[in-house]
């Protein structure tokens, strides 16, 4: 066994050649995945509210952009903005940068579809009785449709999360320098402790994940009996608006 191989360049693993060179390792994973949820999420809400509008001409491109996306595998569209981006930007993009933008694009075809499901699940009657209340339908939906939908959607968000961190490896194959890339070079150099290096990133990828998934749970119980009483307060407060 060899598992020196794995402690001598374990700083290699988590930070790449930083701060002696770019950011690397497990640290630039964790900041692809974050920075794609962060965008995926507000590109989800935008398409999963368009694809429930009455309107055909909101709807129809909501339902192509989500249906082709997800049809599509995560590294072909990580090939495409590899080499369309700097097409479309007339000038080169960084492969992180790319990398960034088709996670972001991708998880968001999935978030849309999450925020819907989670905005159906709300009984009619929650629209209904705020709109009896004298709120219009985006009052309605901003202060109590929405976030009871998105409590429920904590453990689909994180479930996303969780694949999307995952899902990072992928990028080392148009050479950006995340965990699993990290841990190839290092297996090229040594020769010694194949094993040894590539069990030790399974472990650091089910530490992540799994603290993700147990602070989803966390969140989800703290946020439960919360929720409930801002979005009655809330609603007391628009409908004496509106009655005044």
Not at 151 to 174: C, E, G, H, W
Not at 202 to 209: E, G, H, K, R
Not at 221 to 241: C, N, V
């Amino acid at each position: 066994m060899h598992w020196e191989v794995v402690w001598n360049n374990m700083d290699y693993f988590l930070l790449g050649r930083y701060p002696a060179g770019p950011l690397g390792g497990l640290a630039l994973s964790i900041l692809l995945a974050l920075g794609g949820i962060f965008l995926a999420f507000w590109i989800g809400i935008i398409f999963g509210l368009l694809r429930l509008s009455k309107r055909w001409y909101l709807r129809i491109p909501s339902i192509i952009y989500i249906e082709i996306i997800r049809g599509t595998p995560l590294l072909l569209l990580i090939f495409w903005f590899y080499f369309l981006a700097p097409v479309i930007f007339h000038r080169p993009m960084p492969e992180a940068r790319t990398t960034l933008m088709a996670f972001a694009v991708f998880t968001g075809a999935y978030v849309a579809e999450i925020v819907r499901a989670g905005i159906l699940s709300i009984p009619k009657g929650q629209m209904e009785a705020a709109r009896s209340s004298g709120l219009n339908h985006r009052q309605a939906m901003t202060y109590i449709v929405l976030p009871q939908a998105l409590r429920n959607m904590i453990p689909s968000f994180v479930n996303q999360f969780v694949s999307l961190t995952k899902d990072t490896s992928l990028a080392y194959i148009i050479g950006v320098q995340e965990l699993t890339r990290a841990a190839t070079q290092v297996n090229n150099r040594s020769l010694t402790a194949p094993a040894e290096i590539f069990f030790a990133i399974a472990v650091i990828y089910f530490i992540i994940c799994f603290s993700l998934t147990q602070t989803s749970r966390w969140l989800e119980k703290r946020l439960s009996y919360r929720t409930a009483g801002k979005i009655h307060q809330k609603a007391i407060e628009l409908l004496d608006d509106s009655l005044e």
